[in-house]
């Protein structure tokens, strides 16, 4: 089975712009959750779909906002750039809440 | 609210044995998960304990004591490539939210 992917891998945006990332779960996963990850603050989670719903979401602004396909692809969009925002931003796929399998994630430079 | 602990760094010689602890908090409790990531590389799942006791894959066990809200992760005959960021993880309690710890860095020494 081919597992997470993710793109882009690699992006520079500069404040104030937006961006928008996109996750391809694990062919029968209808579960997908992203993390943001900095040196500082390890994994921190955003929110999780499932079936095209959010059931979760973590503690970050309302810039940062998701939604989920009926492919269960999900993209997650982050609105007016902060310098702050830089970091890994990771997408998890999962058939088993306790077993979540990792994209390779996309790197954001804000810039 | 939900917090785990864990040591932000450990250093162990190859062939030896090492023991990452993980305390948490939390109302609700579903089991713990355990994550390895090497530099530049994505978190894969190694391990997760829904009881207490002790789960045993090759090289890599790991514990939970529900009463003690502790688990570890044992890994034996060290190796180089052992040196990774290991993550403790618990599901909320509401659900569908998994809550990372910050992560204990693992140096392998030769």
């Known amino acids: 089975k081919a597992g997470v992917t993710q793109t882009p891998r690699y992006l520079i945006k500069t404040r104030g712009q937006q961006v928008t990332l996109s996750c391809s779960p694990i062919?029968?996963?209808?579960?997908v959750s992203w993390y943001q990850q900095t040196p500082g603050q390890g994994l921190q989670f955003l929110f999780e779909?499932?079936?095209?719903?959010?059931?979760n979401k973590g503690n970050f602004p309302g810039r940062f906002s998701g939604r989920q396909f009926s492919n269960s692809r999900s993209e997650m969009n982050v609105s007016t750039l902060e310098l702050g925002d830089s970091a890994l931003y990771l997408c998890?796929?999962?058939?088993?809440?306790?077993?979540?399998?990792f994209g390779p994630g996309t790197r954001l430079l804000v810039l | 609210g939900q917090s785990l602990e864990q040591p932000s760094e450990v250093t162990a010689v190859e062939g030896a044995i090492v023991q990452i602890n993980c305390t948490y908090q939390?109302?609700?409790?579903?089991?713990l998960s355990w994550y390895q990531q090497h530099d530049g590389g994505a978190p894969t799942f190694l391990s997760y304990?829904?009881?207490?006791g002790l789960e045993e894959t090759g090289r890599f066990s790991s514990f939970l004591s529900r009463s003690d809200s502790y688990g570890y992760l044992l890994l034996q005959e060290l190796q180089m490539k052992d040196s990774a960021s290991y993550f403790c993880?618990?599901?909320?309690?509401?659900?569908?939210?998994?809550?990372f710890g910050a992560g204990t860095r693992l140096f392998v020494k030769a």
């Open positions: 998890a796929s999962s058939n088993r809440e306790e077993t979540q399998y």
């Open positions: 062919s029968g996963h209808r579960s």
């Open positions: 779909y499932f079936s095209e719903t959010q059931r």
């Open positions: 939390t109302s609700g409790f579903y089991g």
């Open positions: 304990n829904g009881l207490d």
């Open positions: 993880a618990v599901m909320s309690t509401g659900g569908f939210k998994t809550i």
